[in-house]
């Protein structure tokens, strides 16, 4: 397949991974998200030709530094409150924890969905890629 081939046939699997994850759910979208930051660091065949462990590295680490963000902020908020608690101030305004546990299983379970769809857009991709070379 010659350069020129191979860039049309990459744009045209672009264009139907967009047109399927983009109005999708948020896991579709943070999947998509994934696929875009790789293949912009390694290239679209760089990005066809990396392992199930590299991208679940990548995964890892980004929902690492976005879970310590949260605590991050969290544990501002909640010292904030206890110091607003210490001088007497009357709070409406109270982190509802409970709320915030789902939330963050929601978030953490998308996660995993988005590792999911990305597998199985990069594999659908990887075929489309073959059959057309061959």
Known sequence: MDN???????KEIMRHMEAWLEDGSN??????G??????KERGFEGWLNMDAEM??????????EMSNEMMTDLSTMLR???????????????IDQHDLLIGF????????KSLVIYFDAKQQAEHQYEDYGS
Request: charged content about 25%; proline content about 2%; hydrophobic content about 40%.
């Open 4 to 10: 020129q081939t191979k860039l049309q046939k990459q």
């Open 27 to 32: 896991p579709h979208q943070t999947a998509l």
């Open 34 to 39: 994934f696929i875009k930051a790789d293949i």
């Open 55 to 64: 991208v679940t590295f990548s995964f890892y680490d980004t929902t690492e």
């Open 80 to 94: 904030q409150e206890a110091m607003l608690d210490d001088i007497g101030v009357e709070q409406t305004m109270r």
């Open 105 to 112: 299983r929601k978030g953490m379970l998308d996660i995993f």
